[in-house]
């Protein structure tokens, strides 16, 4: 398992788990598409983590991205 900031851009991944107990965090995320088991693609990492989910792009910025753990 592996922090979203450590993955290769353009590799998918699949969401391991949520590493933030925060509801607000976590109702965001879901909202996203960003939930276990989900797959994602990182596109960018600089300015901000942008990440496709399904059809959706999604800009995060770097301490929500440091909660995402993916396989």
Same mark, same amino acid.
């Given at each position: 398992? !592996? %922090?979203?900031? @450590? +993955?290769?851009?353009?590799?998918?991944? *699949?969401? &391991? @788990?949520?590493?933030?107990?925060?509801?607000? $965090?976590?109702? @965001?995320?879901? &909202?996203?598409?960003? *939930?276990?088991?989900?797959?994602? /693609? +990182?596109?960018?990492?600089?300015?901000?983590? /942008? $990440? @496709? $989910?399904?059809? *959706?792009? %999604? &800009?995060?910025?770097?301490? /929500? %991205? %440091? *909660? /995402?753990?993916? !396989?």
């Amino acid at each position: 398992m !592996n %922090a979203l900031s @450590k +993955v290769k851009i353009g590799q998918v991944q *699949t969401v &391991a @788990k949520l590493g933030t107990q925060e509801t607000t $965090v976590r109702r @965001k995320l879901m &909202a996203m598409g960003i *939930t276990p088991g989900s797959s994602l /693609i +990182v596109e960018q990492r600089f300015p901000s983590y /942008i $990440v @496709k $989910v399904g059809y *959706t792009r %999604a &800009a995060l910025d770097r301490e /929500i %991205a %440091a *909660t /995402i753990f993916v !396989n």
